[in-house]
């Protein structure tokens, strides 16, 4: 079963513009991961937020979680035409390294 | 430093046959993950090897089955084959203690996955 549940199914932006993508889960989790995917190859890792963390910065990459809604959002800015990919988002409970990943959101971002 | 390879890259196969997809690990990672993507879905976890032996188990029937080996390399198992079974299978290495996540880890790096059809 999935955990996630990624919002909009989605996105198509023009170049240059903010994408914002949320995720929500159903229990407690340990962190929450996103990961994007290229044409129905291999998951690549962007970035991790722990439980007891609300905000994180990675280049740009800004990742919000609010434990008491059990979201998050990922929200890439100043959107390239190579950011068009698959997003996941996966929590983990801590427990076996397991991840339970969302069914993931399209990006399409035209040049 | 190598990263997640898999092998084969695609593969056809029957209803009721059996097939092997290996995987080799990341250097320094000692533990090894298998996902099944359905086309449109998010990756499932299937099982996870951790010191050869299963350490987590997803919903999937006994048919799958796995193996870890000593250089930490692995290989998925499945029998029976059900036209259900075609998937995107991947397969993850992470340098965990096995009992989640330690310092940071359980970010999981993905090998290009073994696309399997089943007719």
């Known amino acids: 079963s999935q955990q996630g549940e990624e919002d909009p199914q989605a996105l198509s932006i023009q170049e240059g513009e903010n994408a914002t993508m949320n995720c929500s889960y159903k229990t407690s989790i340990n962190n929450l991961q996103w990961y994007r995917q290229n044409s129905g190859r291999g998951l690549v890792h962007l970035i991790l937020i722990r439980s007891n963390e609300r905000e994180k910065h990675s280049g740009r990459l800004r990742v919000t979680l609010d434990t008491s809604k059990k979201s998050s959002s990922l929200l890439i800015t100043a959107s390239r035409a190579a950011d068009t990919a698959s997003y996941f988002c996966a929590s983990s409970t801590g427990a076996n390294s397991k991840l339970t990943f969302g069914k993931g959101i399209t990006l399409s971002v035209r040049p | ?119």
């Open chain 2, 1 to 119: 430093e190598t990263g997640v390879t898999q092998s084969p890259t695609h593969l056809i196969k029957t209803r009721g046959q059996q097939v092997t997809l290996r995987c080799s690990s990341q250097s320094g990672h000692n533990t090894v993950s298998w996902y099944q993507q359905a086309l449109g879905q998010g990756p499932q976890f299937i099982f996870q090897y951790y010191r050869e032996e299963e350490n987590g188990r997803g919903n999937f029937p006994p048919r799958f089955s796995g193996l870890q080996f000593p250089n930490y390399s692995s290989e998925l198992n499945v029998n029976a084959l059900e036209l259900d079974d075609s998937a995107l299978y991947l397969c993850a290495s992470s340098a965990t203690g096995g009992q989640g996540e330690v310092s940071g880890a359980n970010v999981l790096t993905f090998g290009a996955g073994s696309r399997l059809t089943v007719l």
